[in-house]
């Protein structure tokens, strides 16, 4: 069965970085896109960003491009999230997900969510 496992999260003060990984495992995953989302507490999932396994094509939401980048290493089916200058307001679970959406930023067209990992941010 499909398993995204996330790892790498945690307690970071403000303005340090962190690398997100989600190991993906179960079935072949090039024709998929993979995806980056956040949910921080009371708010909606968020998009953070994608790429096409094949290809490596990526995509970000506006307001976090140039601070997150988006990757994967497909020998080792892992899809990484580089977070730096993080920010207070960047705490949330962060959440791994693969599928073959028409809109990357849509959560509905991922089929598949890795369990999550939280970051914390202190100020």
């Known amino acids: 069965q499909v398993q995204l496992v996330e790892s790498g999260g945690g307690l970071v003060q403000a303005g340090g970085s962190l690398r997100l990984s989600c190991a993906a495992s179960?079935?072949?995953?090039?024709?998929?896109?993979m995806g980056w989302f956040r949910q921080a507490p009371g708010k909606e999932r968020e998009f953070v960003a994608a790429i096409r396994w094949s290809g490596g094509l990526t995509f970000y939401t506006d307001s976090l491009k140039g601070r997150f980048t988006i990757s994967r290493d497909s020998a080792k089916s892992t899809v990484y999230l580089q977070a730096n200058s993080l920010k207070p307001e960047d705490t949330a679970v962060y959440y791994c997900?693969?599928?073959?959406?028409?809109?990357?930023?849509?959560?509905?067209?991922?089929?598949?969510w890795g369990q999550g990992t939280q970051v914390t941010v202190s100020s």
């Open positions: 179960g079935r072949t995953f090039s024709s998929y896109t």
């Open positions: 997900a693969a599928g073959t959406p028409i809109g990357t930023s849509n959560p509905l067209g991922y089929n598949y």
